[in-house]
């Protein structure tokens, strides 16, 4: 009916479809066009049928989670946007297995209240779904779920079956992995993790942060709950625990990553003024990782900078923010000066973490 009313929703054995849905919403971000159709799959074979029905039909696709970290165009999505909703929290002794549309921060939540189990503990309170943390290998304070995911179950777009990946084929890194390379591939449906009991003790403390917070040594184990209390204390202080009445944390985590540099461009960094106590990581293969905060805020982008609707938190300088009324043209000006800036100061380029839909930094 032209200039009527849009269709209603349409549920199809379970599944939810909408036509023009507005995406910002289930974004963190908070910002985007929207997407030209949104289905919610509840089951792996509603999930499966809908990749399975857009792929048949040529149809562009795109898999959300929580949207923790994703930048959405101002244009939205013209294709099939797939919102994982599945759910399955299964424990057999220390071996637990997720699906993908768990919550990921109430999974580690019950892993560690409930069951007393070490292995996530320091990723309590980062935002999104299961399914998503292999994507990227989520990390934070010391650990990233590379550490301890055994299986990944995915349905693989190209062979059309569901495949079963170990951790080795999921080719892990510092924020990356297989799914992240081939990203039009694979469907993650479960991640599958081999926890540990230690008696009501972590996993041993990686960041020195933590340690001092615990006034031990890096290395050493403190009591489970502790942990998981310190990490969401620290991660709140910071602006990155989920809270809608915050702006700071309208955002998408950190905007960029830690660069990782050669030797020769380490060099060639130092020899800049005012480097000298830069923070310096070994990496692999003989590179140095520095820290992309350190950058930004000596390039002369500190806590809150900005003065439109997209700023920097005012907690941390790694966090592009919303203030309640950014496009994501906005939070893109704001990241391209920031990314200009601290080539200029200091000739690193920043590479934005968040996936970019239909736009590009
Ligand atoms: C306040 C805040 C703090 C954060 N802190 C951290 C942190 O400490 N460490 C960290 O690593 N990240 C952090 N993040 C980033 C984000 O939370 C993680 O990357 C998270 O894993 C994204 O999950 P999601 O479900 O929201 O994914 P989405 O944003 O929905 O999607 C991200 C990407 O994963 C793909 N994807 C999602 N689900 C699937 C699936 N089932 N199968 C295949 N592909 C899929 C999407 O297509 C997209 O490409 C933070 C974000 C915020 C907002």
């Known amino acids: 009916m032209p200039g009527g009313p849009a269709a209603p929703p349409r549920t199809l054995v379970g599944v939810l479809v909408e036509n023009d849905a507005p995406l910002a919403p289930l974004t963190t971000l908070r910002l985007g066009g929207p997407a030209r159709r949104l289905v919610t799959a509840h089951t792996d074979d509603e999930v499966i049928a809908a990749v399975r029905e857009a792929d048949t039909a040529g149809e562009p696709l795109l898999v959300l989670g929580g949207g923790s970290n994703l930048v959405i165009g101002d244009a939205g999505f013209p294709g099939t946007v797939l919102r994982i909703a599945t759910t399955g929290f299964a424990l057999d002794g220390t071996v637990l297995e997720l699906a993908a549309g768990e919550v990921w921060s109430e999974a580690v939540t019950r892993t560690v209240r409930e069951h007393g189990l070490a292995g996530v503990e320091f990723l309590a ?23 301890s995911i055994t299986e990944v179950v995915a349905y693989d777009r190209t062979a059309g079956a569901v495949v079963t990946l170990t951790n080795a084929e999921c080719a892990f890194s510092y924020r990356h992995s297989r799914f992240k390379a081939e990203p039009d591939r694979y469907v993650v449906l479960r991640v599958r993790f081999a926890l540990a009991d230690h008696d009501g003790l972590s996993t041993p403390v990686k960041y020195a ?54 030797a020769a461009q380490y060099e060639s960094f130092r020899t800049r003024p005012g480097t000298e106590n830069a923070p310096a990581y070994p990496a692999s293969e003989g590179c140095t990782k520095t820290s992309a905060a350190w950058l930004i805020d000596r390039a002369g982008f500190g806590k809150g900078y900005g003065d439109g609707p997209a700023t920097l938190s005012t907690k941390h300088t790694l966090a592009l923010t919303n203030r309640g009324s950014a496009t994501a043209e906005d939070l893109l000006a704001l990241a391209r000066e920031i990314r200009d800036g601290v080539r200029e100061a200091f000739g690193v380029e920043l590479v934005n973490e968040p996936v970019m839909i239909g736009v590009k930094l």
């Open 125 to 147: 309170g980062i935002p999104g779904s299961a399914g998503a943390t292999p994507v990227q290998n989520v990390g934070a304070y010391g650990q990233e779920v590379a550490q």
């Open 209 to 262: 942060e933590v340690a001092r917070h615990f006034g031990v040594e890096q290395g050493e184990r403190v009591p489970l709950e502790r942990a998981y209390d310190a990490v969401l204390g620290l991660r709140s202080g910071k602006g990155m625990v989920l809270d809608p009445a915050d702006h700071d944390t309208w955002s998408a985590g950190s905007f960029f990553t830690n660069p990782v540099l050669t």
